[in-house]
């Protein structure tokens, strides 16, 4: 990380990155993460070698976040966000590091950039968000890198095809955008029209959908059609409250260039029950024909770091699992405004394996945000969680 920089940031006065002027207003902010993970991954040397003995591996994330927003009469509103960071530790040495830096950040843009490559340092620079959107009284539009948040359950979203976040995401806030084109449209009231459009180098690789959604205050609901790659996908999401309870659901039907066929279906019911401050809980149940293929025919016993990014690309965009049938229960509770634990389990009906993550976070003082957690696997190798390893990370956020 750059100690200018670093020293710049934590520098910096309170209040004096804010500007009112009327019909222009403008803010700069800035966040500070840095993230310790330790688990057993496989050593890059020793995967070649032949070896598939894990070993214990540690990475240190520490990430500068310069965020600018700006808005103008209202109408006009723009967002950049840049990272700075940088990476050390033996993870940089494992298989599962040399497989991401393969498959790098997947935007059309090429917007990021290595200004460090050493055994024991990695840094770069990247854009993570870059949009402009403009609202009318009826539509909007935006262009840019941007999150495309779709689907309405907590855990799974099979409807979100541009933007997936996993349950077992250590950064579960943290995905690069879509370098995209996005319009709605409210030919009707509480009736949207949405298209999207994301393009890719490849012609073959570009993605587009196309949403109408309801949005009422007893229903939230919509319907959806794209182009994913080579594969058509239909799909539909909901969400709804029933007392005082959210009940919600996806399912999609992906039509494959192959000419097979498989479905993804989510249901998912939260309530908060007023024990104390409030017990959250959450039960979510995923049906999922989208299954972890078998290697592909011809593939070495040893295959190199590109081989293995290669089949792994495929699953990133959808959810990939190797149980068609898994639940999700999780447990929150704030003990006071300073700390909170949440409790999360996977459950692999199929295999018999199970994920549970327990997470501590802590706000010791305003502005600051503290998080020590956990994955633990249990289960056999050829089920869900089974083959995992325990990792355990601890995180500290900073915002400026």
Known sequence: MPRAALCALLAAPAGAAELDRG??????????RSLYTFTRRLDLEDFQGGSTQRSDSWLLLQRVRFDFEATWRDQLFAEVVYDVEGRTGTGLDSLAFAVGEEIGTRTWL?????????????????LYRGWLRYEGDSFDVTVGRQRIPLGRARLWNPTDLFNPIFPLAIQGDQRIGQDALLARWEPLRSFWVMGIWAPQDDPDEHRAALRLELVRTWLDAALMVGRFQKDWVFGFDFAR??????????????????????????????????????????????????????????????????????QQVGLLDRITTVSRNQTGFQLGY?????WRTDLLWLYDWEGASLAVVPVLALSPVDDVQLAFGAQLFLGTDDTEYG???????AQLDIYF
């Open 387 to 393: 083959d995992a390893a325990n990792l355990f990370f």
């Open 334 to 338: 704030e003990w006071s405004p300073l």
């Open 23 to 32: 019909d222009l207003r403008m803010e700069i902010g800035a966040e500070l």
């Open 241 to 310: 409250n029933l007392g005082g309870a959210a009940i919600r659901g996806e399912a999609t039907l992906t039509d494959l260039e192959a000419g097979e066929r498989h479905w993804q279906a989510v249901g998912s019911l939260d309530y908060s029950f007023a024990v104390g401050n409030g017990l959250y809980t959450l039960v979510e149940h995923l049906y999922n024909e989208h299954l972890l293929p078998d290697a592909p025919p011809g593939l070495p016993v040893v295959p190199t770091v590109a081989q293995i990014a290669a």
């Open 110 to 126: 090429d917007a990021d950039r290595v200004f460090a490559d050493h055994e024991s340092f990695h840094g770069m620079h990247l």
